[in-house]
């Protein structure tokens, strides 16, 4: 079985999110999420997609957030596992420079305007954000310290950002795609238009993939991919989305924003499958919801949503739907799916070293 895994954008609370998903999903499959074909991941997604890619099994991901400092163990840049960082992303710094002034994109949010209707109402507003003040030096800390070469070995990880002059999307990774970094590549998925500085790569600007999907899923459509697991934090189960008959006015945006990001989602699960593969879509609960809250960059609740997370996609998996889709995907090596018994010092290498260094094409 050829399959496609693909991890949406969230921020921090989608971040939190899509771990404690990812391990429900190995634990209760036995598969290793790591193993799959393609990986395709788009802010949050392309960060929690850059860790597994990298063979970082989700219930180590778990385990580290929740402040275990597993003694003996080292990271894939030698130093000591406890001493990586758990912000899970919450760590705001001011960009260095000047401050700057009028439209981030003027190019793109011109180009938007004279042809509205090919545009989501998001990508007609991003040219005209002005550029974040926000640097994105810890995302790229953070991938550094977690994969310290240029890409992953994995041959099929993709992190989605978008051209902040054209709004074209761009999969680094994917053949074809611009030569990039690892950590910068991630970094420009995640630059959020408005708060994060966009990120410069081969002389261009690039900022979150999320400005053209939250998921990207149709980017795998038509590659031969039996099964596509799909892994939502912005959409939601919930019929009609959440929030949106609330009294608070920041509840009605963010379920707006939910119903808008489900029913892209919809219609790109719906491509997919024209294109001869089987697709399910995990997405957030009203349990879910109710503890990940309206602010998505905050960390504060990372661990709940990640437990919360565990128990709602375990019962998801197994829903009429989705279980017979998942019953059949190729078991994982014990370590990635569970914590080994015994000290840390005697597991098996979680991360193996990089046999030799490697770079997006």
């Not at 550029?131 to 990880?157: A, K, Y």
């Not at 989605?160 to 709004?167: E, F, M």
């Not at 761009?170 to 970094?187: E, M, N, T, Y």
Request: proline share 9%; with cysteine.
């Amino acid at each position: 079985m050829k399959v496609g895994l693909v991890l949406g954008a969230g921020g921090v609370a989608g971040g939190a999110w899509l771990t404690g998903a990812l391990d429900a999903l190995a634990t209760e499959t036995g598969w290793d999420p790591g193993s799959a074909d393609r990986i395709v991941g788009t802010s949050a997604g392309s960060v929690i997609g850059a860790f597994t890619a990298a063979g970082i099994p989700p219930w180590f991901m778990v385990a580290h957030s929740q402040g275990e400092t597993f003694e003996g163990v080292t990271g894939p840049d030698g130093r000591p596992a406890a001493e990586a960082d758990r912000s899970g992303g919450a760590v705001f710094r001011l960009h260095r420079g000047l401050p700057p002034i009028g439209p981030g994109s003027l190019r793109l949010g011109l180009s938007t305007l004279a042809r509205p209707r090919r545009h989501t109402p998001l990508e007609l507003t991003v040219g005209w954000l002005p550029r974040g003040m926000i640097s994105t030096d810890p995302i790229r800390d953070i991938v550094r310290r977690t994969v310290p070469r240029d890409w992953v070995e994995h041959p099929g990880f993709w992190a989605v950002a978008c051209d902040y002059a054209t709004g074209r999307r761009v999969a680094f990774g994917r053949p074809g795609a611009p030569s990039a970094d690892l950590a910068d590549a991630v970094a420009a998925s995640c630059s959020i238009p408005g708060f994060y500085r966009p990120v410069d790569i081969g002389g261009r600007r690039y900022v979150d993939g999320g400005v053209r999907s939250t998921s990207n899923l149709d980017l795998v459509a038509g590659h031969g991919l039996d099964l596509v697991i799909c892994l939502n934090p912005t959409s939601t189960r919930v019929a009609g989305g959440a929030g949106l008959r609330g009294v608070n006015p920041l509840d009605r945006v963010m379920g707006l924003n939910r119903a808008a990001s489900g029913r892209r989602l919809g219609s790109e699960a719906k491509r997919v499958r024209a294109g001869g593969s089987e697709v399910v879509l995990i997405q957030p609960s009203s349990e879910d919801l109710a503890v990940i809250g309206n602010n998505m960059m905050s960390g504060k609740r990372r661990n709940q949503i990640i437990d919360t997370a565990r128990r709602t996609t375990a019962r998801a998996l197994n829903l009429p739907g989705i279980r017979e889709h998942v019953t059949g995907l190729p078991p994982g090596e014990p370590h990635k799916i569970t914590r080994p018994a015994g000290p840390p010092d005697q597991w098996p290498d979680i991360v193996p070293a990089p046999a030799s260094p490697a770079r997006a094409a």
